[in-house]
């Protein structure tokens, strides 16, 4: 019986291989095959009556070598082919042939070291390859490779030593695989992951994913953030552990009545919910969850928005539009007292003058009656005198003795006033550009303006401009609104707010900040007359003007902080 030759077996399946499905056997283990063979042999080599001939066994010989030929051969997805002892090609199959581009008649008898690069042939890589399947019996390892045209290919390598009945060492089998394609698909869908998971971490909403009984499987950074929970805390358990008592209780039923009958609860839908954080604390939130199948297995994602900040400035704005309002009443109220106080105060002087006029005429006669006569004029006068210096003293009051003067930056004034006066005003189909210049003082270094004003008195001004503003552009075509701050004069800033509206007459605009003046058909006539009296409790004068184009400009001008000293070394 002849020896079964011995076989070095390289797969590699080059990058026009189909998708590995069916490859072709697998031919790892070149030890079992050659073993095969020779039982395959022997009862091929049997004669009919049990006995053994030589024409028997060369027979079976030439079938089984065609068998196997054609078995190597089909593998056209690998690289398979044998080495002898001292690493020369002994079989190539079609595979590495087409794989790495030598026929059989151009690499038979070639040292293998040819399909190594040189870098590696350099460091004596392919004998050391030999040397430790030999001492190993196997080895296996991604590694490049070389086709004949000289291109590189990334592949999977199994090398085994095999070994004669005796154990005398007769060759090596390779096994090579291109996973060129494969290498880069892989890392294509590892990029693609680090990229996905990149732009969560980044987004501002938590986001969560459980499957369909609610376990939670995937907790964001985001998330982390607003829950307070750590993702190892929360993956694996119920995301009800996010909710509050009473949503929690719902929860699972309204998974089990969706799994049942396809009746949605949230699903699909954006609504406003409750959520609990780590410590118990509940807060509102924006809930969005969206359901895939992946692999016949249902898994729900959940987008959270924490509307915790937002609730909050709602809250602010309500409280500062309450604050602006009763500001309102009470600088009305100030216009009121201060043109009273104006008038009045004449009056009190003539009676005052009147009566000490009187007691003059009476003189000093000691008769009783004209005593107790003057000693009453006195006392009228003191009194008349007293009132006025009463009515004095709250015409200076209203007139700005007593304000909450603060060092403000204009723009955060002129953004929380806008943010309150443009309420409506994109429902409206107005266009809103906003302005803001840098102090005029050439020494001072600042990135915006700072202002010495009381910030709720001269946002009421702000207000009631914008709001007149709109009004005054509800029936225009061009509904455009501007409000900038620029340098005046030194020291001061100006505020405008610009309208294309129906504009103003010029002998309106003449007593338009007079009190009780006005162009509404329902106004009381006291919104610029206040404006005009916080103004000019500011040393700031305030002023409107037409425009070529249609519409009006409102300007008032506010003064600027005093510069810091910087402290300097003595």
Known sequence: MGHVPTLHVELSANDEAEPFVEQGPRLNDLQIIAKTVRAARMIAAQSPDGGLTGDAVARGDAALAEELGLLIDGATNYAIYMLDPKGRVTIWNRGAERIKGWAEAEIIGRDFAIFYPADDIATGKPEADLAQAHACGRIE?????????????????????????AGALRGFGKVIRDITREKAAEAA???????????????????????????????????ELVFGYAAREVIGQNVAMLMPQAEARDHDAHLRTYRHTGERHVIGAVRLERAMRKGGETFPIELAVGEASIAGERIFTGFIRDLTNRHATERRLQELQSELVHVSR?????????????????????????????????????????????????????QSLRAGTIVRRLRAFVDGGDTGFRDERLDVLVEEATSLGLLGAHEAGITVTKTIADATNADADVAAATVRVDRVQIQQVLVNLIRNAIQSMASSPRKELTIATAPDRDGWMRISVTDTGTGIDAAVRARLFEAFATTKEDGMGLGLSICRTIVEAHGGRIWAGGIATGGTAFHFTVPLAAPQESETDD
């Open 141 to 165: 390892e991604e590694s490049w490779r070389v086709r004949k045209d000289g291109s590189e290919f990334l592949a999977a390598v199994t090398i085994t030593a095999l070994h004669d009945d």
């Open 330 to 382: 009470v600088s009305a109220m100030g216009t009121m007292a201060s043109t009273l106080a104006h008038e009045i105060n004449q009056p009190l002087t003539a009676i005052a003058n009147y009566l000490e006029a009187t007691r003059a005429m009476i003189g000093d006669d000691d008769t009783p009656l004209l005593v107790d006569i003057a000693e009453a004029l006195d006392l009228a006068a003191a």
């Open 189 to 223: 869908i590892v990029r693609r992951e680090h990229h996905l998971r990149s732009i969560l971490n980044t987004v501002p909403d938590a986001m969560i994913v459980m499957n369909e009984n609610g376990i939670v499987a995937s907790f964001s950074a985001a998330a």
